[in-house]
């Protein structure tokens, strides 16, 4: 089976759990207590699990309701017993939502018998897990796309970026950290999975080069657990960026981040003393952390994902941009289309900067690239791949394909190559800083006149509208109808 079969056939398995009143997420969580155990096993990490816990003495047990107990034994211990940091975080809390021991030796041996590697595939387990972590972010009740970028966005990102050997990176929301696995793996690719470097280099990158932070205990879990399946066994702290804890993520050649939207509970600011401007705006103080944790040697680079608000934000969002834009080079920006993240209508942005040596005058001109305006609602019927990312990249560039940027583009922005584009492309527009601040210090720009508005003949025939709009009202039914059954209600019967 392929990765992408065996992850679905995991996650078939949340069916035959539904009556236990587990939900997805639980059940993402609850399958990574059990697969855990048996993946120490295939990726010969077994050493890390206290032996009484292993996979090979947990998986014989005949009877069920002992199997359960041993579990739930195994759950309230083991992380007391490990000696391994990582399973220590990774089973901290741990409690178990199945109540029903016959449904934990449906998943013992569901996951005993997968066939975890082929001839042809040297190894897909992380690839597996990354899988479900997709899907879990994609069913929308779970509430876990808020920790889930889509794939194709964060490989364009680090491969527009560009990591380097020997670098220390950094996210500071780091969900299940798919940014820095990513980056990981992008120099994998380049290295022979580090065959190529010394021993030295190849610790350097296993322990201290990608890092980060999460708040959040589930997803911390998940993200440890990712990491570790991926051979990245460096720092992942389970605190809040915006306290005090933040103050010490510093001195960083890259980050990578899609920090969470909305405001801190109740409005309240951070309890960070080094941030200039405190606002209860997260995106805010996220993006003033991100620029302010990088090394000041015109070299330390960074990738953030951010609302519109953040571009045109009055108050602590306009001084913020102003230093921003003094502190680094903020010399790009894209303008992500609609739909591709786990809220609908969430409108986003990737700001690309380099903090530079001094304190001011760094940003030149931002070039702003419109992948929004008139260009496809990305959903089930259009995906959202990396083919959309090819016009934004050759622009980037000056030129670089999509498909060659991961082996020839090197980071270098040359102006005069992205003016040529420029001529080419409406959708790519440079903006001097001196008109920045005419506009207020605005960075709400570079959309380009909606051709929906302008001509009322390309909306498109009457009666394709309306199949846009039936299939439309036909999925938030269906949406609805699986949310009032899960809640015990008879749909076909409403007053009841």
């Known amino acids: 089976m392929s990765a992408e079969e065996i992850a679905q056939k995991l996650w078939n398995l949340c069916n035959v759990l539904r009556d236990d009143g587990v939900t997805y997420h639980q059940y993402l969580n609850e399958l990574t207590y059990i697969l855990f155990l048996k993946l120490s096993e295939v990726k010969n990490f077994e050493e890390d699990i206290p032996e009484k816990y292993r996979w090979s003495k947990f998986k014989v047990i005949k009877d069920n309701k002992e199997l359960y107990d041993t579990y739930r034994n195994l759950l309230a211990n083991i992380s007391a017993d490990s ?9 901290t809390n741990a409690s178990s ?8 030796r449906t998943l013992v041996t569901a996951i005993d018998n997968i066939d975890w590697f082929e001839d042809t595939e040297k190894d897909k387990i992380a690839t597996i897990y990354e899988e479900l972590l997709e899907k879990n972010a994609n069913e929308k009740k779970s509430g876990a796309g808020q920790y889930f970028t889509p794939r194709p966005l964060i490989n364009v990102m680090v491969d527009l970026i560009v990591p380097k050997i020997g670098e220390r990176w950094n996210d500071p929301a780091a969900g299940t950290f798919g940014f820095m696995i990513a980056a990981d793996h992008y120099l994998r690719q380049k290295t022979d999975d580090y065959f190529k ?8 990158q296993k322990y201290e080069a990608f890092t980060g932070c999460e708040l959040v205990q589930d997803a911390h879990r998940l993200a440890l657990m990712n990491a570790k399946l991926h051979g990245i066994e460096s720092s992942i702290a389970m605190t809040d960026t915006l306290s005090q804890d933040g103050e010490a993520f510093k001195n960083y050649d890259g980050v990578l ?9 109740g409005g309240e600011r951070p309890t960070r003393t080094d941030l200039t401007f405190l606002s209860s705006n997260k995106q805010l103080n996220f993006l003033q952390h991100i620029y302010r944790s990088l090394k000041k040697d015109g070299k330390a680079r960074a990738g953030v994902v951010l609302p519109d608000n953040v571009l045109f934000e009055d108050g602590d969002g306009l001084k913020i941009r102003r230093d921003l834009m003094d502190k680094c080079n903020l010399h790009t920006i894209l303008r992500l289309p609609t739909g591709i993240f786990y809220a609908a209508g969430v409108k986003t942005n990737v700001l690309f900067f380099t903090r530079g040596k001094t304190e001011i005058g760094n940003t030149k001109n931002v070039w702003v690239y419109d992948m929004r305006t008139n260009a496809p609602n990305f959903g089930k019927r259009t995906p959202f791949t990396r083919a959309a990312f090819a016009d934004f990249v050759k622009a980037y560039t000056g030129g670089t394909s999509i498909d060659d940027v991961k082996d020839n583009w090197q980071g270098d922005i040359d102006e005069t190559k992205r003016a040529e584009i420029a001529q080419e492309d409406k959708r790519w527009q440079c903006f001097s800083r001196e008109a920045i601040a005419s506009k207020g210090d605005s960075l709400d720009i570079g959309l380009i006149a909606d051709s929906s508005l302008s001509n009322g003949d390309d909306l498109g025939e009457p009666i394709d509208i309306a199949k846009e709009a039936m299939a439309e009202l036909q999925a938030i039914n269906k949406e609805l109808e699986d949310l009032i059954k899960e809640l015990g209600f008879d749909y076909a019967q409403p007053d009841k």
């Open 83 to 91: 000696e391994n940091a990582t399973i220590k975080e990774i089973y």
């Open 97 to 104: 939502m199945l109540r029903k021991p016959v449904n934990l």
């Open 197 to 204: 470097l010394n021993d030295k280099d190849r610790e350097f």
């Open 257 to 265: 981040a899609n920090p969470p939207f909305g405001t801190k509970k």
